[in-house]
């Protein structure tokens, strides 16, 4: 019994089948027929072709006219140090607004005005050294103001709250009643 995948040698030709030549009229065998013929010593095996493969291309070689790798996709980085993202100051100028406004009516006295100034501040601060127009933030700009008026109408109550607080004091100190004395 012979290798039936064994290349064959000159000492055993009586497997090998001689043909004759074939001409064009004489019919060709059909991609089925060849796909699984064995080739000569040293050739590489042929591929069976499919309807519906493209040509094969080498590993990691895309073919032409196709999307490399991460092509068009979007390219996931750390941002810049530099990089100011638009919508966060806009969102952070509104809440330090509502903080500035709060701490004027007196919610959030005294705290809410000094933290809406400050962080007003900053965020007009980076758009400028981003160059987007303040106009992107009026809402910073208007918490800085709301901030610096809360600030000042606090401190103005809490020195009248001690001016008050004193004059009783002195008042009452000399007006006490004998069991004070």
Known sequence: MSNPYAAPTPDNNHDVETTA?????????????TAYEQPQYGQPAPQPEYAHSAPQTPYGQPQYGQPQYGYNQPIYTTPSP??????SLKSNATIAFILSLLGIIGIIPFIGPIIGWVWGSS???KAIAAGIPVEAVQQAKWAKILGIIGVALWTFLIILLIVFTFIFIVTFASHAPMWMH
């Open 21 to 33: 030549p074939t001409t064009s009229a004489q019919a060709q065998p059909s991609a089925s027929e």
């Open 82 to 87: 530099n990089y100011v993202d638009v919508e």
């Open 123 to 125: 965020i007009v601060n």
